[in-house]
């Protein structure tokens, strides 16, 4: 049976990285990110790697240098690989957005974007980078400026090599997401939110949605900086927890929202994305409030279905392109 790009480009990325976590005494996502460096190069880039595992590597390199690739297939082959070093390796901020919720999220993108064909946008939790390029891949006709920010070193290695391999310019900081950012206000925010509790108290205190006693919420302090990073007007779209509006600490949110934001949007996925349904989240669409700048006459409120039923999937998103419609009126 014929392979597919895809199942070539997992291979490749597979095989090779296997080599080098042998050989470098390494991670699998460690080597990944090396294998998809010397990919992007076109050559064997590690000095202390053995004679044997150079050769064998440049006999992949090579084979892999005679194909072209489309950058959608790139990036869910090199996403399957990430996958695998993450269950091998696994850590709670070692998670990745799926496919079916990047393509979501970039339709609804392009109806609230439709007026532009240019736009900057930032990512302040962007870990590998998957949502950032599903965006990227799917609005390719816009001219989209980049930016991404992690605190872990591995994620934003393999954030800058899968860029790299399918070609999109993202500028990237290898920095706590809440410290000051060395980046403009954007037009767009888009992140999945990391959920759980924030450790540095003292930097925390910086925050109008720190909590009053404890850790606080990081997904809550993800919104406050975002806001700040966001032109007035930008929208920011947010994967959250389906709670998000329902813990202890919801109502300084709900606080912070009505100075600085509007609701747009919120979108229930579907349970059936998640193995735990208490960990079933939405999409959150606000917009930073700016003179001239109207809250919509109403939230787009919506459960998404099953996004293997086609009807209903089509009915819903019929419904969302209305709705942005009607309120771009």
């Not at 992949?60 to 297939?73: G, I, L, M, R, W």
């Not at 393509?103 to 990512?123: G, N, P, R, W």
């Not at 060395?182 to 924030?198: K, R, T």
Request: aromatic letters at 10%; one cysteine or more.
């Amino acid at each position: 049976m014929q392979r597919t790009d895809v199942e070539k480009l997992f291979q490749l990325f597979d095989e090779t990285a296997n080599l080098l976590a042998n050989d470098l005494n390494c991670t699998y996502l460690e080597a990944l990110a090396e294998t998809g460096e010397n990919i992007f190069h076109d050559k064997v880039l590690q000095e202390d790697v053995s004679e044997v595992t150079r050769k064998r590597l440049d006999k992949y390199y090579f084979e892999a240098s005679k194909q072209t690739f489309v950058k959608e297939d790139v990036r869910k082959a090199f996403q399957l690989a990430v996958l695998k070093g993450m269950r091998q390796n696994v850590q709670p901020n070692h998670q990745m957005t799926p496919d079916s919720i990047g393509m979501l999220v970039s339709f609804i993108l392009e109806k609230f974007m439709a007026d532009t064909k240019s736009f900057t946008l930032l990512d302040p939790a962007i870990g590998t980078a998957n949502l950032v390029t599903t965006i990227m891949n799917y609005m390719h006709d816009y001219e989209i400026r980049a930016y991404g920010v992690d605190i872990d070193d591995v994620l934003i290695q393999l954030a800058y090599v899968s860029a790299n391999l399918q070609e999109h310019t993202i500028e990237l900081h290898n920095q706590d997401s809440f410290e000051d950012l060395l980046i403009d206000p954007v037009d767009v925010v888009v992140s999945d939110l990391p959920v759980g509790y924030y450790p540095d108290d003292m930097r925390a205190r910086e925050f109008k949605l720190k909590a009053d006693k404890g850790h606080s919420y990081a997904h809550h302090l993800f919104i406050e900086q975002s806001t700040r990073y966001t032109k007035d007007g930008g929208y920011l779209f947010f994967i959250v927890p389906n709670n998000i509006f329902q813990s202890p600490e919801a109502p300084k949110l709900q606080n912070f929202i009505k100075e600085h934001l509007h609701i747009q949007a919120f979108l229930q996925l579907p349970e059936s994305m998640f193995k735990n349904k208490n960990a079933a989240k939405s999409i959150l669409v606000l917009q930073k409030q700016a003179d001239g700048v109207k809250p919509p006459q109403e939230v787009l409120l919506a459960n998404l279905p099953s996004l293997t039923d086609k009807d209903q999937m089509e009915t819903i998103l019929a419904k969302i392109d209305l709705w942005v419609q009607e309120n771009k009126k």
